[in-house]
């Protein structure tokens, strides 16, 4: 590969990686299609190429959708709740972007899972990115008129299923999640159920590899019990390192030196709304690795 080669792909890697991102859930799996997508860039010779950002966004979304329908098949024996790969972000990455935030929130990434892939593929497309019917319609190969269906079909989707997006400050939210955790290592349970919101959920994906509700858990008192119980079963040798995961709080639980997972948290109207708990070792294996996100 040629320096123009590299410079073009490198430039637009933040936008590459968030288009995989978006469309497989998976961190690992999308750096994989941007190494894929790198080796066959690679080949390309520029003088065809009109639209660098179009072309790679093309060959990136075809190799994240023949990823995502592999990858369909082996969650037909997933253990539990499927929650997408935790991925560390720098905060004003996301913050500074609204729709970048939204986009790649963990609630926006759990409501994405449940549009098939051509849908998920035409609403990231179209909707975070701004890219034109035509332009998705070469991506996936359809017509451009079966991609504007798709289109409206997956907003119509998303918006029934996604709670009004509000940008939390980042210190704000930081804040009010790791008062939580320390007002759960005394046990008071009034205290933590002031902090949620009534129909607060917790989820939490290990896929029957490490000890995790099988079942989301519902309701204020349930999960302020939940989440008393997890603190006292993790004894002194238990902590707990603030940071942010899809742009928003979370923390990095540890057992002694073993990282056991990261909770991540979606907060509505000043209360914690959601808490999705990744303790599947397979997906944390890349968790400590920073990645850049962007839109253009």
Known sequence: MNDEHAERFTRLRPLLFTIAYEILGAATEADDVLQDGYLRWAEVDLSTVQDTKSYLAKLVTRQALNALRAQSRRREEYVGPWLPEPVLV????????????????????????????????????????????????????????????????????????RRRYEPVDPKTS??????????????????LMSMLAPDVVWTADSDGKASAARRPVSGADSVARLVVGLIRLGGTEGRAEPAFYNGAPALVLYLGDKLEGVVSVDIVDGR???????RNPDKLAGVTVSRAIGRV
């Open 90 to 161: 720098d905060a004003t990455d996301a913050s500074s972007d609204v729709v970048l935030a939204e986009s790649v929130s963990m609630a926006m990434m759990v409501v994405l899972e449940t549009l098939g892939p051509d849908e998920r593929a035409v609403f990231v497309l179209r909707e975070v990115f701004g890219f034109d019917h035509d332009e998705i319609a070469s991506a996936i190969g359809k017509s451009t008129t079966a991609v504007r269906q798709i289109a409206h079909r997956a907003r119509e989707h998303v918006h029934a299923r």
């Open 174 to 191: 930081l804040e009010l999640t790791t008062q939580f955790f320390a007002t759960a290592a005394t046990g008071d349970v009034h205290g």
């Open 272 to 278: 914690i709304a959601n808490f999705y708990a990744m």
